[in-house]
């Protein structure tokens, strides 16, 4: 990913789409012919491939992640979690995403340590069976030491804090920004956020991590993570579990539509793409990069990318010239 990004050239923009492993066959083949258009019309950077936490869709992500690394030739990124899950399926899934030519990790935690748990069931944390991974650090560590340079590792923040039960009092970065500083030193080589719709949050959290003391984050690209509004219902689910604040101006503007679908769609993209655009205008440490969290859907984030100018251009090899198709598959 990060020999991708620094191939750019300056002043390019780029994306990428997360995609989640359907449960059922006939999703799985509906899925791949999704791929298949949205990644020629498209031309993502690269996808990201979600794991269930615990290692519950294990099978499945390896799966989807082979379908979009091998058969779609799409530069590929496994998610793994490390927390409830036996060192050897963390083992397990390294060394299948090398077999797979993958060369991209996103690090992550997954969810809270059950060590956590047995404390707040007044058990002992000596109960927990897996000692080996208790934050995402540890997960960085381990693949860096089993691993050294060969994957390309990305790590997640969270521009308005990360928020569980592990610590539900602090829901603030600058809690968080202490260990992010760690987990990139023991090897991160990006950033990607967590879902945001307060764009300010998201340049105050920036800003401070450009010029945050330590140095560490003063050219590690720092890509944001955006989920193109797809319905009403879910965008209030999906904040809820995020943590996501819906700041009142857009929340506003979905309110006056949110009887109607399709108009919630249109009003969607907008909000999105103007927070792109604004986003764009801010200073970049190198080519500006925006993940979409797709929910494995294709219209919104179609639109989104071409009305934002995010799809790449491609030269011909044999004229040398600029083949442009925009999206053609708007369904
Ligand atoms: P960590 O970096 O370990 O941080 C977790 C929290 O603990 C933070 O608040 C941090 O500040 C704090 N912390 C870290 N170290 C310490 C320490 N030593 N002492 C005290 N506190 C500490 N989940 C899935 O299950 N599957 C996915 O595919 C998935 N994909 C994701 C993709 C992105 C881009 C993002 C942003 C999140 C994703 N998640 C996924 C969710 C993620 O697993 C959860 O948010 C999880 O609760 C935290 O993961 P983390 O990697 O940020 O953990």
Redesign the pocket.
């Known amino acids: 990913v990060t020999d991708k990004i620094n191939a750019l050239p300056e002043g390019a923009s780029y994306f990428s789409l997360?995609f989640f492993p359907p449960k059922t066959s006939p999703g799985f083949a509906n899925l791949q012919g999704r791929l298949e258009r949205m990644s020629q019309a498209l031309r993502p950077l690269f996808v990201t491939v979600?794991?269930?936490?615990g290692g519950s869709t294990a099978t499945k992500s390896l799966e989807l992640a082979e379908i979009c690394q091998r058969q779609l030739g799409l530069t590929t990124c496994l998610?793994l979690?490390c927390t409830n899950m036996s060192r050897s399926l963390v083992d397990e899934a390294l060394e299948q995403a090398k077999v797979l030519g993958i060369r991209n990790i996103?690090?992550?935690?997954?969810?809270?340590p059950r060590s956590e748990e047995y404390r707040e069931h007044g058990q002992s944390p000596e109960e927990d069976s897996n000692k080996d991974f208790?934050?995402?650090?540890d997960l960085v560590k381990y693949i860096r030491k089993q691993y050294g340079d060969y994957f390309c590792i990305g790590?997640?923040?969270?521009p308005e804090g990360?928020s569980?039960e592990?610590?539900p009092e602090?829901q603030d970065p600058s809690?968080?920004i202490p260990?992010?500083v760690?987990?990139t030193k023991a090897g991160a080589d990006f950033i990607?956020?967590?879902l945001f719709f307060d764009v300010t949050a998201f340049d105050k959290f920036e800003e401070t991590l450009r010029n945050h003391e330590s140095g560490v984050f003063k050219t590690i690209p720092i890509i944001p993570?955006l989920m193109p509004i797809q319905s009403y219902n879910i965008l209030r689910r999906t904040t809820n579990l995020s943590h996501a604040s819906l700041p009142a101006h857009i929340l506003n503007r979905l309110d006056a539509v949110k009887g109607d679908d399709e108009l919630v769609k249109q009003v969607g993209v907008k909000i999105i793409s103007e927070m792109i655009e604004h986003i764009k205008k801010r200073p970049s440490a190198g080519p500006r990069g925006f993940?979409f969290y797709s929910l494995n859907l294709e219209k919104a984030v179609s639109h989104i990318v071409e009305e934002c100018s995010l799809i790449q251009q491609t030269v011909t090899a044999d004229e040398g010239a600029i083949d442009f198709d925009g999206p053609d598959i708007l369904l």
């Not at 979600?50 to 936490?53: F, L, R, S």
């Open positions: 997360e979600t794991w269930g936490a998610h979690t996103l690090a992550l935690r997954g969810d809270a208790t934050w995402a650090i790590v997640a923040a969270y990360h569980d592990s610590h602090h809690f968080d260990y992010l760690e987990k990607m956020t967590q993570g993940h």
